[in-house]
Structures are given as C-alpha cells and as structure tokens.
Nanobody, 122 residues
Framework: QVQLVESGGGLVQAGGSLRLSCAAS????????MGWFRQAPGKEREFVAV????????DYADSVKGRFTISRDNAKNTVYLQMNSLKPEDTAVYYC???????????????WGQGTQVTVSS
C-alpha cells in the first residue's frame, strides 16, 4: 500500500506559476512510476503527466506540454509538478498517482492521493 499526500494548490492569476508536491509513504518510492491527473468541475479525470521510477522518462498531455514539468526526488519520496503560464482552463483538482508499471501509471494507476485544488483566475 502506498499513501500519497498532495500539497501546493491554491489560487493564482492567469500567467502565474504553482508547484505541486506529492509526498509518498508506505512502500519503496523508487519502485513506483508517479503521475499527475486532474479533474475539472463537470468533467472526467484526465491524465496530466507521468515520470518513470528513475526519473529518466516523462510524458505529458498535449494541453500542458511546454508549460508543466514533472520531476521527482527519490531521496525525499516526493514527486513535483511545476506549472507555469497557467490558464483558467487549468483550474481543477489535481491528483497524484502511483503504479509499479509506467504504462499503467498514465492510464489507470493503482494508488491515488486525495487531491489538491488549483484555481486560475482570468
């Protein structure tokens, strides 16, 4: 069992930046690919970004490419999502996720955090 706790959400103006963090506990962090998803009001949860166990491989949704960066610190058991040039359409609850398999982590990860709200005002 992996426990995930997100932090760093908040209210920001369009064009601004936020960095989300997700602290993991319960299992060896470096054994898991990590991902970020988001869910806007009235919409389904969608994939945002994923990073491999070592951090060598990453993948992003087209809507965030060039603006968001996923990274991890295996010594701190933490994954990050740096969000720049934020737009009102980025407003959503952002969820951290984990799965031992990279491809699963970007589609249907086994472990989820509770989410953190990001609101971008225009």
């Amino acid at each position: 069992q992996v426990q995930l706790v997100e932090s760093g959400g908040g209210l920001v103006q369009a064009g601004g930046s936020l960095r989300l963090s997700c602290a993991a506990s319960g299992r060896t962090f470096s054994n898991y690919a990590m991902g970020w998803f988001r869910q806007a009001p009235g919409k389904e949860r969608e994939f945002v970004a994923v990073i491999s166990k070592s951090g060598a491989s990453t993948d992003y949704a087209d809507s965030v490419k060039g603006r968001f960066t996923i990274s991890r610190d295996n010594a701190k058991n933490t994954v990050y999502l740096q969000m720049n040039s934020l737009k009102p359409e980025d407003t959503a609850v952002y969820y951290c996720a984990a799965d031992p398999i990279y491809s699963n982590c970007r589609r249907s990860p086994n472990y989820w955090g509770q989410g953190t709200q990001v609101t971008v005002s225009s």
